[in-house]
């Protein structure tokens, strides 16, 4: 297995021979990735200078993940790969909660971290290696340094989650809610619009319970006092004029009301919410909220308002006790609910989560069969989809070219994990570029598309 080290944007300033180098292997989610910008930023204020290889390193960072068990197997490959390649390696991340099993396999480590823990990481940096010299305030961007491209960018509204899913196991690597004041969240937004960022991916372990432990209260940005509540971070996040994409969003009661700002256009019409199951049963089993037919009601009521609003979600099949009528459940319902996007897991057992306890295990021939035919199901479903979409015109933002097409993204799409709108010819586009485009051809997940306008919003 070989793994790259992330290059940040923001480049190491000429004539900074001395400096001290820091690569980093960021490994999970985007919520991960944004840990180690903001790690990062903090050593690059500090005079460091961002590796983009190991051999170029003085010192390696590997930001784990310890979701499930496959995700910690790769944390743990991508260890040993750091310290075979470059020998001197610091864990922090949500595996680094787990100390004791780093160490037992990987002795050799510096220091061992645990999530969202920023000072013990830089911390651990300055005793390996400490700073040559005082920072100066112009080795950092206004905006931080970012691992992303420069045409989009993560924000994080909060950490932890209040939920105790049977099958999950962030609360105990993370915490409970934990939001950041509103105007830090609309102060971050606004600097990274200012440096050129188009969209803004808002992300948390539950963004639309955004600022309850805040008890939503108040903060000042652009002369007006703002609610830490999710309603009024999405206001706010639309006053900018970029595009804004909400993730992780569990479907409160108040969801709803920031429908009509994509009808608007202040926020793109896409919703990311976890549904995991359509079956009572299942769900329960999960501890999740199981009133899937109200669900479908809502969706039918969003689209109403707003007919391009795209829906992605991911599911579970093969959790312990689903049985066939459980999966033919599910099934029915996605038929029903048409949604857009949609990801799906086999149900795997993770140490120390509650699901480890529940009976009835699903034989993992089984959770195969029925993988399989939940993913044929949706990509019919996004096939037809697509296809109505031949013969309109759309905004597109690239984020790259190859080969003679750009490759772009739509206002359904949020980068890696859905589909491509491809464009041809790609003469004169570059990244960040954003064109309307009409779409001439559909296959089951990506669109290919012609340009016919450019500065699309």
Request: hydrophobic residues 40%; glycine residues 8%.
């Amino acid at each position: 297995m070989s793994r790259s080290i992330a290059t940040a944007k923001a480049g190491p300033k000429a004539g900074a021979a001395a400096t001290r180098r820091i690569g980093i292997v960021s490994l999970g989610c985007p919520k991960a990735l944004v840990d180690s910008e903001r790690i990062l930023t903090r050593l690059r204020a500090e005079g460091y200078d961002i590796a983009p290889s190991y051999e170029r390193a003085d010192l390696v960072l590997v930001n784990t993940c310890g979701f499930i068990d496959s995700a910690r197997a790769e944390s743990l490959d991508a260890i040993g790969e750091a310290l075979s390649e470059n020998g001197k390696v610091i864990v922090t991340g949500c595996l680094g909660a787990e100390s004791g099993l780093i160490r037992e396999k990987y002795p050799d480590v510096l220091a061992v971290t645990g999530p969202h823990q920023y000072e013990a990481v830089v911390e651990a940096v300055h005793k390996v290696l400490p700073p040559k010299h005082d920072p100066y305030l112009d080795l950092v961007p206004p905006q931080g340094i970012k691992l992303t491209p420069r045409h989009y960018a993560y924000l994080k509204v909060s950490e932890g989650c209040n939920h105790r899913c049977s099958f999950c196991i962030i609360p105990s690597m993370r915490g409970d809610l934990a939001s950041r004041p509103i105007a830090d969240v609309l102060g971050e937004a606004e600097r990274l619009a200012l440096a050129g960022v188009k969209e803004l991916l808002v992300i948390s372990q539950d963004t639309s319970a955004y600022g309850l432990d805040l008890k939503h209260a108040e903060g000042a940005w652009r002369g007006r006092n703002w609610r830490a509540h999710f309603t009024d971070l999405a206001r706010g996040l639309g006053e900018l004029g970029i595009w804004v994409r909400l993730h992780y969003v569990y479907p409160y009661p108040h969801v709803d009301e920031i429908v009509p700002l994509m009808a608007e256009g202040k926020i793109l019409p896409y919703l990311d919410i976890p549904f995991q199951h359509a079956s009572p049963t299942v769900l329960k089993a999960m501890r999740r909220p199981a009133n899937q037919e109200k669900t479908l009601e809502r969706l039918a009521r969003w689209r109403a308002i707003v007919p391009d609003i795209a829906v992605r979600s991911t599911f579970i099949v093969g959790f312990p006790g689903e049985t066939a009528s459980d999966f033919a459940q599910l099934l029915d319902w996605l038929e029903e609910a048409r949604l857009d996007r949609v990801g799906c897991f086999k149900y795997e057992p993770v140490e120390g989560a509650a699901a480890n306890a529940l009976s009835g295990a699903v034989p993992e021939p089984v959770k195969e069969e029925r993988w399989h035919r939940f993913m044929q199901a949706q990509q019919r479903i996004s096939r037809a989809k697509l296809a109505e979409k031949v013969g309109r015109e759309i905004d597109v933002i690239v984020d790259g070219v190859e080969k003679g097409r750009a490759v772009a993204r739509s206002k359904a799409d949020a980068p890696e994990i859905d589909g491509n709108v491809f464009v041809k010819p790609a003469a004169g586009l570059k990244p960040g570029d954003m064109v309307k485009v009409r779409v001439e051809q559909a296959s089951d997940y990506d669109l290919e598309a012609r340009v016919v306008a450019s500065a699309a919003r």
